[in-house]
């Protein structure tokens, strides 16, 4: 869309975008657009909330006074919160068992919930014929020793000769998460994608150690690891959730 309004600019018309993602915009550099905070796919907030969507409209449409660009404007308003935060959705509640010893670890914590979740992934499994997880080539197991051991002072070594600690990191990341979201699937009656994103990250050891993940790389020296940190373990959509603060991420020495 950025190189189709270059185009159009071109030939006379003015045009105004949306950004989802604040770093893809910056490179890619279009005439106007708007950065709006919000989940993946609704770019003006949440449903069935006009007074929310019409401020977000008036504000794209505001960035059509500038004369030229590239501009790119950041909107100052969180979304309103898409659904009430409890179970209540599901036909059959997961609930998972809190950690009966207040010593127990972070890894600890998640292995249980993986065990406690593993019915209701090999359901979904089963039904689906198919499943998103593997991409790590580790068992589920496996990946949370994985990301576990990413806390510790000295990163782990990769695993797979063929792939980079950090390209193991995502990989496993991206696991985690499946496995959780295709057991929240196994549920006889479906649920919302921000509805099962809400679980995820609001009721998960998971969610706990991708957080402590985030900090974890952003704290590191390699800028690899620290673009890791910064975009791609939690979603921009739930950063108040763990009280993170900032409104994007920049390089290092960027303005």
Not at 43 to 53: E, I, R, S, T, W
Not at 109 to 125: C, F, G, H, K, T
Not at 188 to 205: C, I, L, N, V, Y
Request: aromatic fraction near 10%; include cysteine.
């Amino acid at each position: 869309m950025g190189a189709l309004g270059h185009y159009l600019e071109s030939e006379g018309l003015p045009t105004a975008g949306f950004s989802l993602i604040r770093l893809h915009t910056e490179k890619i550099r279009p005439p106007r657009a708007l950065w709006v905070p919000f989940e993946l796919g609704r770019p003006l907030g949440v449903p069935n909330d006009a007074a929310f969507q019409t401020r977000v409209l008036k504000a794209l449409l505001a960035t059509l006074a500038e004369p030229a660009g590239p501009v790119l404007a950041d909107y100052p308003e969180e979304a309103p919160s898409g659904g009430t935060g409890d179970m209540s959705g599901m036909a059959c509640p997961i609930i998972l068992d809190r950690p009966a010893a207040a010593e127990e670890t972070l890894e600890a914590s998640v292995l249980r919930e993986i065990r406690q979740l593993q019915p209701w992934y090999d359901l979904a499994r089963e039904r689906r014929q198919r499943t998103t997880f593997g991409s790590a080539g580790l068992d589920i197991e496996g990946v949370a020793g994985f990301l576990a051991r990413w806390l510790d002072p000295s990163p782990p070594v990769s695993p797979r000769p063929d792939q980079s600690p950090e390209a193991m990191l995502k990989l496993a990341a991206e696991d985690l998460k499946a496995f959780y979201f295709e057991a929240m699937a196994g549920q006889p009656q479906p649920m919302t994608g921000r509805a099962a994103a809400d679980w995820f990250w609001g009721e998960t050891s998971a969610a706990r150690l991708f957080a402590a993940l985030r900090e974890r790389c952003i704290a590191e020296i390699d800028p690899d690891r620290q673009f890791i940190g910064h975009n791609l373990l939690v979603p921009r959509e739930q950063w108040t959730r763990f009280g993170i603060t900032e409104r994007w991420w920049r390089a290092p020495g960027t303005t």
